[in-house]
């Protein structure tokens, strides 16, 4: 076990991915879901989002987040019942 990630892009999108993914860890809630990914067995994929897509958000069922990297990634945004930050 151990998280398992890989950032998607090109070497500029690489390094915008590992910042935006370093500002969600420093996050409460980005900090408890990087522990609960640390105990999947899974591969998580970080990459820009796909066109049509406005903002950054998570396929579970591909194990992939897509991430606006022009957003703030510290802030607080509602995601259905709850904040994703």
């Known amino acids: ?6 950032f998607k892009g090109d070497e500029e999108q690489q390094k915008a991915m590992k910042e935006a993914y370093e500002s969600v860890r420093k996050t409460k809630h980005g900090q408890e879901m990087i522990e609960k990914m640390e105990l999947s067995d899974h591969d998580y994929i970080f ?38 930050c």
């Open 1 to 6: 076990m151990g998280l398992k990630v890989t």
């Open 47 to 84: 990459r820009g989002p796909r066109k049509g897509m406005e903002h950054t958000c998570y396929d579970p069922s591909e194990y992939t987040f897509y991430i606006e990297i022009d957003s703030d990634h510290a802030a607080c945004q509602y995601q259905g019942k709850g904040k994703a």
